[in-house]
């Protein structure tokens, strides 16, 4: 019970007094995970469209496989990551292990599965009405595809948040491909292990609050952004009501 | 302006449209006509150019409309198209509208000017910057009809516009299209079930069953003198099957139905079997014991009524005479005649309002 008091007392004294400690770690957390999902989005949101547009050959079986990645344990993704990039591997001379960019490749590996996979049934969740519409009115097949993937925002954007929230909380990767050097490759969630491991819980508790703080953080602005596009229509929705 | 020429469509084995020709004339309103599930919406995508036919061709203004992709868009650019559902993107109503003009490299300027003249046209000015998918079922089908006429198109294509409203809905919608008919001459192509709403608004009619076009013509001819039993049936008349005639000089002829006669005028010749088309509203009924030869009417028939089924302010009185026979009468009339199933009752037609076509032992005879 004494673990826990003083954990929390302590984690509140860290945050308000703005630990440096603390603080890069979590600024390095936000750096590699934002990063992971701006570039995941990049690749993941053309491809899901690509996906979805196109009639091909073994789309189902590529559809299934996709969300069999949305549970792949981040352990896996790191250790898989390990062996590429590690000194021996095929990719050991771009010398990204033990690095931030090579914990950034390893997130965006991770949740680009998740993400396409929800782009896609964004894609899927929008009127099939809209589109004959779209075709109707005049538009190319590229503009067709413009005003679909705009009028799936809302639940594209749920999908990029969902993947900064799987690569922000996960321990795997980070722990595996960056190897929680001190100030260098240290996240919250591998310092939170590391702390726990070595008793000091009120450190563990500060950056626990911390991850929840951040993610909070990026929900609310992203709601902001959402809501302030559209203040009467309901929110996180890909198309209009039936 | 647009001519169709055998045109088929199919989905695995099943054709929804089956060797349809037909020629569409500028500047008219042409409806189609049939039954949920006959075939419309799918020859409406035809012409719309959204779908490919299986087989056959559709020229517009003399093109070719299969020769290419790029055709394929230039032509559809001078169309507009309504569906049956309405379809609004998440924007505005004013960005909804814009699309078209968009999507055909117009100016902002343009667009900033045309799109308020298209809501104007609509009834729709005050809503250009309402969120589109917070309008009422009838209110987003205006904002389609907008969407479409802002691009000027020669051609106006609705696929059932007013499937999904009430009433009062409906009848805006109705005034809007004969609007746009008459204001820029407009070719107007739309579908509909709603048979009394084809027949108010065309200027001809298809009727399309089972994938065929199976007659085409103007509304009176549609409603009169449809082609066969099953388009009778579909527009409000039940056939009399049975008839010889049994006599004729030119062209005005007896007709034996079981034990009864009936005058009609067909060119039917003696001894040859007849099907009989009587519209309700044409058969006139007054009580057993006033009948007599006061009325001009040539053909009476007293018979005892069989069934009466209220159909909004009208009553189908249902009279057995040898033969069954539908009248539509109000239901004061209903009420002040003392109506009730087993009432016998003189039931009058004229010969003029009886449409008599052979009977070839096919109900779908065309």
Redesign the interface.
Known sequence: MNDIADGLSQAVNLIVTLNPDVMQIAALSLYISLSATILAALIAIPAGGFIHFHEFYGKRALMILIQTLYSVPTVVVGLVLYLLISKAGPLGFLGLLFTPAGMILGQTVLIIPIMMGLVISALGGV?R??S?????????NF?KIV?IIK?ARFAILSAVVLGFGRAIAEVGVAMMVGGNIDTQTRVLTTAITLETGMGKFGFSIALGILLLTVALVVVVVLNLITSGI?P???WM?G???G | MIRIEHLTKAFGSKELVKEISLEIRKGEIFTVIGPSGSGKTTLI?LI?L?DIPTSGKIFFDGTDTSASENTR?LI??R???V?Q?P????VTVAENVA??LK??GMSQQEITRKVPEALDLVGLFHFADR????LSGGEMQRV?IA??MV?EPDVLLLDEPTANLDPVSSDMIEDLIVRINREFGTTIIMSTHDMIQGQRLADRIGVVMNGRLVQTGNPGEIFYQPAGGEIARFVGIDAIHGGIVTGNQGGHALIRVGETFLEALTDLKTGQRAVLFIRPEEVSLTPADASGGKSSVRNQFPGRITKLVPSGPFVRVIVDCGFVLAALITRRSCTELELTVGTTIVAGVKATAIHVLPDRDDRTAV
């Open positions: 009127d009405n809209i004959d519409t779209l075709v109707s009115l005049g538009a190319t503009q005003e009028e559209s009467d229509s309901p929705r198309g209009p009501q | 995508r719309d959204l868009l559809r650019r169309m507009g198209m569906f559902k379809a609004v993107l998440n699309f078209g999507f055909r969120r589109a998918p917070t389609a969407r479409a691009t």
